[in-house]
């Protein structure tokens, strides 16, 4: 894995990775077949720059 162009970018919930990826590892666990808990922090498939995965409530906050 080449960590060499990653960045550190947690802290702002976010969709999309600045290197145009929407696509992330993201630690889960699992009940009766269902994703019942995520982890907040996520890895760019892509870059592999760690970032911060996005929730309901982050929905919330930018709903008017």
């Given at each position: 894995?080449?960590?060499?162009?990653?960045?550190?970018?947690?802290?702002?919930?976010?969709?999309?990775?600045?290197?145009?990826?929407?696509?992330?590892?993201?630690?889960?666990?699992?009940?009766?077949?269902?994703?019942?808990t995520?982890?907040?922090?996520?890895?760019?498939?892509?870059?592999?720059?760690?970032?911060?995965?996005?929730?309901?409530?982050?929905?919330?906050?930018?709903e008017?």
């Amino acid at each position: 894995m080449d960590m060499s162009q990653a960045m550190d970018l947690r802290g702002t919930p976010t969709h999309v990775c600045p290197c145009g990826s929407n696509q992330f590892f993201l630690r889960a666990i699992f009940d009766d077949y269902e994703i019942a808990t995520y982890f907040l922090d996520m890895q760019c498939v892509i870059c592999n720059s760690l970032l911060t995965a996005p929730t309901p409530l982050d929905r919330e906050g930018t709903e008017k």
